[in-house]
């Protein structure tokens, strides 16, 4: 069955605008008892589908999502564990990946279909039921899952699987649970089931009725602007999105995922929008009349938690493949894809064009927003450098087809409003799940993806310690990455939210406990600081060490690492209190209603003052 299973996947091929080529580029694995003499003993047979050996499952699971965000969700991976704690370890990934809307397969080894020899090592026994594993624990992070309990549901159940993984708006994790004795079974598989098969990634259009209403939409619009997320990307619409905002003048607020839909220099790129946002954008889409949502899941951090958006008349028009992504906000829905819309749209609305005050407006604020980008760059801080001026040196010292990862702590809303975005895959941030991890495993996904670009990780001490794990694989393959370490002693991003919501940083450094207890920020520099050396934790995984004391160091550190010959980390402590301001926005984390500590009733005032001017637009 496993060798059927290879076989099967060696053999789909995906096609889109003409270009085919193989859906999967390989599997990653771990083996254990559950996986080791099934799916591992037919990729020992079939080295043509190539085996990477991962450190931690969730990890693979990262490196196999980052891998398929960057080929656009053409290409993709899958991901073979053991049973138990290697099948749940990846449940972490699976969750990243369906948040991302991105491609990944699993395949977790299962407890034994035959039952006689239960429980065998790892299962997880219920007295209820003997049709129960840690596996079911997959169903709500996956897009299909299933088990196979008899090697002839593979007929039925690997065709729904590629069926979702490259369906655009279905996709994202996919699992089906392995028995293990199952693996290890003989059947007469059809050959027409183990045939080359060719998957087609359509460019659905939404029906003509819709696209008139939208284009009326529009043409009525005194003050629109466009929302780019992730789909605008990922169904290589980025030109097209050019094409219609020049002929317009509407100008762009981009999402995580969206950013790099237009190039930061574009005079009508108002950079992010949203709870990360630029003023630029968030100037535009308070007052917007109408939103244009491209590919947008419109998570609280986009809207800012519904308050983003406060013209009283405002309508959303929303093009996506996913029609539940379409329908949100009360839109109109333009259900389908972001590149034959945008150019089907550019044709209805040919002799539209926002007014002249209305886009100067739009390009005074861009320049604005440039200059502030210029000051938080060149701030010098010290003794310690800020998270800003750090931004800066990688984003001038990298090549402009770099790809730069992230995904959690601090960085990424730093990184929203100040990265300098010069292609639609330069900025590479996994900010559905902003799961602490997915960076270093996520920057070997990216690499292998784009051998021939510099893979940029920016990651925070928090975020490193979690997960640094595939150090050791970049090592292995060959994959060179150039690792930002940023080490500010904690989480400075919760600290910062935990300080505004009146809770003093609690629990967010890294210190020693005094008389029990661990020191928050009103304990200032009085603290012991953990003897914890990062750097040589790096080197000790066979990584290059690049260890910075200052800016300048940093910057040099930069220009030396683009020439040596495997994984670099460069280290560098920075500031845990300067930090990048918001812009006229908001995100709602709820505070205490009631509670002991006066700065958390202060915060809750604040809180309830903000809740209050949340929108529902029904
Ligand atoms: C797996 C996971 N656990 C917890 C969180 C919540 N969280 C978000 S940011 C953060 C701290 C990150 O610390 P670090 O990587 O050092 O970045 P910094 O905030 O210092 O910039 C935490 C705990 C998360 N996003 N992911
Ligand atoms: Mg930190």
């Known amino acids: 069955m496993a060798q059927a299973l290879v076989t099967f996947l060696k053999n789909q091929y995906v096609e889109r605008d003409g270009e085919r080529h193989p859906f999967f580029a390989g599997c990653f694995g771990i083996f254990g008892h559950g996986n080791v003499a099934g799916i591992g003993q037919a990729l020992a047979q079939m080295p043509d589908f190539r085996y990477y050996q991962a450190r931690n499952e969730q990890a693979m699971v990262h490196t196999a999502t980052a891998y398929a965000k960057t080929k656009n969700r053409l290409q993709a991976f899958a991901c073979t564990s053991s049973i138990g704690p290697g099948a749940t370890n990846m449940i972490t990934g699976a969750a990243t990946a369906t948040i991302n809307r991105l491609p990944v397969l699993l395949l977790p080894g299962d407890i034994f279909a035959r039952r006689n020899v239960a429980p ?40 729904e699987a590629m069926r979702v993984l490259t369906n655009s708006a279905d996709t994202g994790a996919v699992t089906l649970a392995l ?26 259009r939404p029906d003509v009725r819709s696209l008139v209403e939208a284009a009326q939409l529009i043409s009525a619009s005194k003050r629109p602007m466009i929302v780019a997320g992730g789909g605008t990307i990922y169904s290589g619409a980025t030109d097209a999105l050019k094409r219609f905002v020049e002929a317009t003048g509407i100008p762009v607020g981009e999402t995580m995922a969206g950013k790099g839909s237009l190039i930061y220099s574009h005079p009508l790129n108002m950079g992010a929008v949203g709870a990360t946002g630029t003023l630029a954008a968030n100037r535009i889409a308070r007052d917007a009349d109408l939103v244009i949502g491209i590919g947008t899941r419109y998570s609280d951090f986009t809207t800012a938690s519904r308050t983003a958006f406060t013209n009283p008349t405002v309508r959303f028009v929303n093009i996506n493949v996913a029609d539940f992504d379409a329908y949100k906000l009360h839109a109109l829905p333009l259900v389908g894809d972001a590149r034959a819309i945008l150019e089907d749209l550019a044709d209805k609305v040919a002799d539209y064009r926002v007014d002249a005050a209305y886009r100067d407006y739009a390009e005074a604020l861009h320049k604005e927003w440039e200059s502030e980008v210029d000051r938080i760059y060149t701030i010098r801080n010290t ?7 750090l931004i800066g040196a990688v984003n001038e010292t990298s090549s402009p087809d770099a790809i730069m990862v992230c995904a959690a702590g601090s960085l990424p809303g730093d990184l929203h409003k100040l990265w300098r975005a010069r292609h639609p895959k330069n900025y590479h941030m996994e900010y559905g799940n902003s799961c602490m991890g997915y960076e270093i495993a996520g920057g070997l996904g990216a690499k292998m993806a784009a051998p021939d670009r510099d893979v940029y990780v920016m990651v925070g001490d928090g975020s490193y310690l979690m997960m640094n794990s595939e150090i050791v694989t970049s090592i292995q393959e060959g994959r060179k990455l150039i690792i930002v370490l940023l080490d500010n002693s904690g989480f ?23 008389n029990g ?24 995984l066979g990584a290059h060490v690049i260890t910075c004391a200052t800016y300048d160091d940093f910057v040099a550190a930069l220009k030396s690492a683009k020439e040596t010959d ?9 500031d845990r209190y300067v930090s990048v301001p ?14 002991d500590m006066q700065p958390v009733n202060e915060a809750r005032k604040e809180w309830e003052e903000m809740r209050a001017k949340e929108r529902s637009f029904l």
């Open 492 to 514: 400075k991003s919760i600290g910062s939210l935990s300080r505004s919501l009146g809770t003093q940083g609690f629990g967010t450094r890294y210190v020693f406990p005094k």
């Open 582 to 595: 918001g812009y006229e926005s908001w995100w709602d984390v709820p505070v205490a209603e009631v509670s």
């Open 120 to 159: 065998v090592l790892q299962q997880v026994e219920w007295e209820h039921s003997q049709d129960f594993s840690a596996n079911d624990c997959f169903k709500p992070v996956s897009r299909y899952w299933d088990r196979i309990y008899r090697p002839e549901q593979l007929l039925t159940a690997l065709p």
């Open 566 to 574: 495997r994984t670099t980390v460069i280290y560098i402590r920075n």
């Open 517 to 540: 207890v661990l020191p928050d920020d009103r304990a200032g520099s009085h603290v012991e600081t953990l003897p914890v050396d990062l750097a040589s934790n790096a080197r000790s």
């Open 383 to 389: 003794p310690l450098p800020s998270q800003g001026e």
């Open 179 to 204: 028995p293990q004795d199952v693996q290890a079974e003989a059947y007469d598989y059809p050959l027409a089931f183990l045939q080359e098969r060719t998957w087609h990634v359509v460019r659905n």
